[in-house]
């Protein structure tokens, strides 16, 4: 039997001379329509066969454009690649752009993220944009943290330093808290004329303490460091330890005006903060109970903590046992206790600080535990070591805290109210 040729139908022509394509349009077996082109390259005849027309037409246009221009072989785009250029042309003109610019941008951001994907580089970006976070200045920051301060039971004292020393900060540092930078603050705090490395490190913690609630407030990126706590801190040179003597602390309580006495003994044999003490009322002495309290608020450290009432406190204190109200009533302390130290003779005159070293170091000696004597002083164990531990000798820590008022004593200046009430009792 006589295979049946396919017909015919119609050719279709693109191109001149050498440059031209024809399209035969055949009737398959099937019933279906077969496009084939032929045209003559590189001295052979050639062909190819589609099964849409208007894949034929477009395919037969470049072979034309290619044997016009003398390129050579190369595969046409077909229909998908041609539906498959319309969608990335859609999808990039959602964002007002061609995809010639697409692809240009694409290939800058991939030649500056080397090994990274794009995705991830955006991912990255977002997570840690600024631009997103409040603006706030630096002075408006310092303003709403000092207002803060003194709302949150700390002492006036804390606050008015605060405010003096951010003022300072934010006069020479006038911009976004968010645009200073670490190298920012590093200059500022070693052109601060005239302060020690210590008065420096204490401006440094003030500026920290501000970025960290920058921070909380949302001013700062809540993921990183801030440029404060990156900042450098001045090495302190080590101090000598100063202490008194058994001796020393006996003639300056017995010397001691009945306004400054509480502070001096408290100080000594429970070593309390002088500026706790003077937030200190004489409710909080549990005389019964053994123990001075010291609420949050009071504190330093912000914690509520229990410090123990030895016997010979409780003596030095006796006069005041049925007092109430605040325990220091006088503002120039540190002028009284200058004083004292001249009046009691001590050598190089008062102290500084030394009523608490002097409590750390003989408790330490008299007890042999550092972690009980840091948890009555309201310190760290560290600090303890650091700071106000001064070896001495365990005779000696007994004396200290046995050292009791002289029979028959009263303070210097005692209030007449205390007086006539200790002479009935008597």
Request: aromatic share 8%; with cysteine; charged share 25%.
């Amino acid at each position: 039997m006589t295979r049946k040729k396919k017909r015919r139908s119609s050719v279709v022509e693109f191109g001149n001379g050498p440059t031209k394509v024809r399209i035969y349009t055949m009737n398959r077996k099937d019933g279906y329509p077969e496009f084939t082109l032929a045209w003559k390259e590189g001295g052979r005849r050639r062909v190819r066969s589609l099964s849409d027309m208007e894949e034929a037409r477009m395919v037969a246009q470049q072979i034309t454009v290619r044997l016009t221009n003398g390129w050579t072989i190369g595969d046409e785009a077909t229909k998908r690649d041609l539906e498959l250029l319309r969608h990335c042309e859609q999808q990039t003109m959602k964002f007002g752009v061609t995809l010639a610019a697409a692809i240009d941008e694409w290939v800058s951001a991939r030649g500056v993220v080397e090994g990274i994907t794009l995705s991830d580089a955006v991912r990255f970006y977002q997570a840690n944009r600024t631009d997103l976070l409040a603006v706030r200045t630096t002075a408006q920051v310092a303003a709403e943290f000092v207002k803060s301060r003194a709302t949150s039971g700390v002492s006036a004292a804390y606050v008015n330093g605060c405010r003096l020393g951010l003022k300072r900060f934010t006069d020479k540092l006038a911009c976004n808290i968010g645009d200073v930078t670490t190298a920012d603050i590093n200059k500022y705090l070693a052109g601060l004329k005239g302060l020690g490395p210590v008065s420096r490190n204490g401006h440094r913690r003030n500026i920290v303490t501000m970025f960290g609630f920058a921070k909380r407030q949302g001013y700062l990126h809540p993921d990183r460091k801030t440029a404060a706590e990156q900042t450098e801190t001045f090495k302190e040179a080590e101090t000598e330890i100063a202490i008194f003597t058994p001796d020393e602390i006996t003639r300056l309580l017995v010397n001691a005006h009945a306004r400054i006495l509480p502070v001096i003994a408290i100080g000594a044999f429970a070593g309390i903060r002088t500026a706790e003490i003077m937030r200190l009322d004489w409710e909080d002495i549990k005389w019964d109970r053994g123990h001075i309290e010291i609420a949050g608020r009071k504190a330093k450290t912000a914690a509520r903590r229990l410090v123990p009432l030895p016997d010979n406190l409780k003596a030095w204190l006796a006069p005041w046992r049925e007092s109430t109200g605040q325990i220091v009533t006088l503002t120039a302390v540190a002028g009284a206790m200058n004083d004292l130290g001249v009046k009691a003779k001590i050598p190089g005159g008062w102290r500084q600080n030394a009523l608490r070293h002097s409590f750390i170091s003989y408790r330490v000696a008299l007890t042999g535990d550092v972690a009980r004597t840091a948890l009555e002083a309201g310190n760290s164990p560290k600090m303890i070591f650091r700071h106000y531990r001064e070896v001495v000798e365990e005779d000696a820590a007994k004396t200290w805290f046995s050292i009791m008022p002289p029979v028959g004593w009263l303070p210097k200046e005692l209030p007449w109210s205390i007086r006539e009430r200790l002479r009935r009792i008597s």
